[in-house]
Nanobody, 125 residues
C-alpha cells in the first residue's frame, strides 16, 4: 500500500491550499482515510477524517469550519481543502488510511495502518 500526498506549499495567512492524497496497492473501497499534521517540535495531531463511504466526516476543533475533507468518485483519492489559513496551521501534513474502524477511533493516529510521506504547508503572517 502506498499513499502519495501533494499540494503543500507557502501561503499567506488568510489564503487557501488544497492537499490531495492518492492511494494505491490494494482495493480501498472499505477504507477510512484521514489527515494528520505535525508542527516543528510538536506531536502529530489529528486534522480530519472521512469514512470509506464518504458520508461521515470528523474534524479537529482547530480546523472545523475552515477545512473540508472529501473523497472523489474514485475512492482511492482524498482531498483536504484548507481555507482561512493561519500561521498555526504550519506543519507537515500526512494522509493515512485504515480498514473500517469505530467512529471514535478515527481521531487516533494508532488506528491507521498506512501513512503517506507528508507534504509541508507553511503559512506566513
Amino acid at each position: 500500500v502506498q499513499l502519495q500526498a501533494s499540494g503543500g506549499g507557502l501561503v499567506q495567512a488568510g489564503g487557501s491550499l488544497r492537499l490531495s492524497c492518492a492511494a494505491s496497492g490494494r482495493t480501498f473501497r472499505d477504507w477510512d482515510m484521514a489527515w494528520f499534521r505535525q508542527a516543528p517540535g510538536k506531536e502529530r495531531e489529528f486534522v480530519a477524517a472521512i469514512r470509506w463511504s464518504g458520508g461521515t466526516t470528523v474534524y479537529a476543533d482547530s480546523v472545523r469550519g475552515r477545512f473540508t475533507i472529501s473523497r472523489g468518485n474514485v475512492k482511492t483519492m482524498v482531498s483536504l481543502q484548507m481555507n482561512s489559513l493561519k500561521p498555526d496551521d504550519t506543519a507537515v501534513y500526512y494522509c493515512a488510511t485504515t480498514s473500517r474502524v469505530a467512529y471514535s477511533a478515527l481521531v487516533a493516529s494508532s488506528s491507521y495502518d498506512y501513512w503517506g510521506q507528508g507534504t509541508l504547508v507553511t503559512v506566513s503572517s
